[in-house]
């Protein structure tokens, strides 16, 4: 099976920066779109930053110019830089990707991670 595992949450005050990490193991033969979500308490899981097709990636307005996406295929790790952080961007945030799994033939299968809970302090 797969899992994702995401680190680099925490605790920053406002304006601050953090880099989440989400790390991919298991049977991968080859990870395709990429996804970062998030869900602040009360409100509905929205996504924050994607990769739609290799070498391009989506952003949420909220966020845009602050966050940066990137990956490694080669390690199956992706990242989320963000950086001017504002109370606002506090929430758990979750990593998601479409996974091609050893013996699971050409689809992609939809994995998510556990999240990794980060707070901005004004």
């Known amino acids: 099976q797969v899992q994702l595992v995401e680190s680099g949450g925490g605790l920053v005050q406002w304006g601050g920066s953090l880099r989440l990490s989400c790390a991919a193991s298991?049977?991968?033969?080859?990870?395709?779109?990429i996804n970062w979500y998030r869900q602040a308490p009360g409100k509905q899981r929205e996504g924050v930053a994607g990769?739609?097709?290799?070498?391009?990636?989506s952003d949420a307005d909220s966020v845009k110019g602050r966050f940066t996406f990137s990956r490694d295929d080669a390690k199956n790790s992706f990242y989320l830089q963000k950086n001017s952080l504002k109370p606002e961007d506090t929430a758990v945030y979750y990593c998601?990707?479409?996974?091609?799994?050893?013996?699971?033939?050409?689809?992609?299968?939809?994995?998510w991670g556990q999240g990794t809970q980060v707070t901005v302090s004004s």
């Open positions: 990769d739609t097709s290799r070498g391009r990636s």
């Open positions: 298991g049977s991968i033969l080859s990870i395709g779109t």
């Open positions: 998601n990707a479409g996974v091609q799994v050893a013996g699971g033939g050409p689809r992609k299968y939809d994995y």
